[in-house]
């Protein structure tokens, strides 16, 4: 693991919402604490309704993690852009949140431990 990245197993069962849906919920998810950043939790893809997401054509780099692809959450009301990402193939060090999506908190999204 990177020195400046720490991921671990998240306590509990975590739920991300959007739009008054339940996009996912997870007792999988992972904890992942970066210096100078607060900690945010990844979830197994698997445990996330994928339909409500679009891919983006964003991307970012990231010099502890690699390239981010990110996700618009399509709603039946409003599509919020750009609001998860993913590391598909992160750097070695990082491995553990491969394929794992993250979502940008905000008024319209949230992440909660159940």
Known sequence: ?????KIRAA???WVVRAGGAVLGESSQALEVSETGH???IYFPRDDIATAFLD???MTSTCPRKGEASYFSI???STTIRDAAWSYEGPLEGVAAIAGYLCFYESD???V???
Request: no cysteine; aromatic share 0%; net charge negative.
């Open 55 to 57: 891919p983006s054509e």
């Open 112 to 114: 909660e431990q159940l």
């Open 38 to 40: 607060e900690p945010r």
């Open 74 to 76: 399509v709603t039946k």
């Open 1 to 5: 693991m990177s020195e400046h990245v």
């Open 11 to 13: 306590e509990g069962t």
């Open 108 to 110: 319209q999204v949230a």
